[in-house]
């Protein structure tokens, strides 16, 4: 059974950071692409990034270069340093098994809220 434990989100100010957390079990963490995906007020599900076993990164147009994704295989743990905070980053923030166009499974997600 797979599972999740996400958090870090909360309210920050328009270019301000935030850390994201996400502890997953129940599938073979460390040979699986993981990724971070969210969805915005009345919007769909968006991907935002990537990253493999190996340590290759994709990251979507609209976050490359302010975020950061990052893994432990040791502790099965996925982590998103998002910096520069935009509004238009305000969505519920879900860890994800897979990659774009790829997706099996993900958590129930944290909310993160940009807003002076």
């Known amino acids: 059974q797979v599972q999740w434990v996400e958090s870090g989100g909360g309210l920050v100010q328009p270019g301000g950071s935030l850390r994201l957390s996400c502890a997953a079990s129940g599938f073979t963490f460390s040979s699986s692409w993981m990724s971070w995906i969210r969805q915005a007020p009345g919007k769909g599900l968006e991907w935002v990034s990537a990253?493999?076993?190996?340590?290759?990164?994709l990251y979507a147009d609209s976050v490359k270069g302010r975020f950061t994704i990052s893994r432990d295989n040791a502790k099965n743990t996925l982590d998103l340093q998002m910096n520069s905070l935009k509004p238009e980053d305000t969505a519920v923030y879900y860890c994800?098994?897979?990659?774009?166009?790829?997706?099996?499974?993900w958590g129930q997600g944290t909310q993160v809220t940009v807003s002076s």
């Open positions: 994800a098994r897979g990659t774009v166009g790829a997706l099996t499974s």
């Open positions: 990253l493999n076993s190996g340590g290759s990164t």
